[in-house]
């Protein structure tokens, strides 16, 4: 036992974490990543992180993401980040984002993107956003919206107020609001919820089977025969 205090001292921990690969991690129990901390982190192989499992995932402090790195997170399994959480969101690095992909975005629950920051938004690479769902954006703090660039916002996906409900709706309006009023750009909505695009378009293209049918401003479309055809149905005498 001396000895094995000796050599600790001598060589520290963090050259037993620096010899770690997948192989070990792939075979260490869930539950030991409970003792896990931001030093063990910095000094473990970015390679490691291909063995991670997401219940190894689950049992980390949230504290010990501090010491994740771009690198480490490019290697990490995208199903490990379906049990990652605010907590653990809100302790990474700003720059450990540059490693994340649209796979891993995708396994992410809608209510980790709650310990977002704007730094974090940031440094994210725009192709990664094509991973967000509506019920993430939804969750997004208002205030990480501010480090959304043009490049991202062209990868979130299309008709992105499907399947919400009314509060999250409104809640995806606040953000493409909030991201024009930020960067003075102009954002290309593709949605079929007619309310949403007439509420906070200033110019509107319709479209029926992928034919231009009008453009105009919201209120003159509203009483466009063609539109309320398209949208509404045709009157025909019975």
Known sequence: QDGIRDAQESRGLGDVYKRQNAGHMTNMPPEAMGGCNDGHMTNMPPEAMEGMS???MANMPPE???GMSPDMMANIPPDVMSLISPEMMQNMPPEAMQGITADMVQMVPPDAVMGMSAQMVEMM???AMAGVSPE???NMPPEAMQGMGPEMMANVPPEAMA???P???QDMTRF???AKEAYGMTVVLIEHDLGVVMDISDHVIVLDYGRKIAEGIPEDLKRHQKVIDAY???YTDI
């Open 64 to 66: 010990a993401m501090a």
């Open 176 to 178: 493409i609001l909030q």
């Open 54 to 56: 997401p219940d190894m």
């Open 136 to 138: 993430m954006m939804a």
């Open 167 to 169: 509060d999250e709706k």
């Open 163 to 165: 399947g919400m409900s």
């Open 125 to 127: 690479p725009p192709e």
């Open 232 to 234: 509404v149905g045709k």
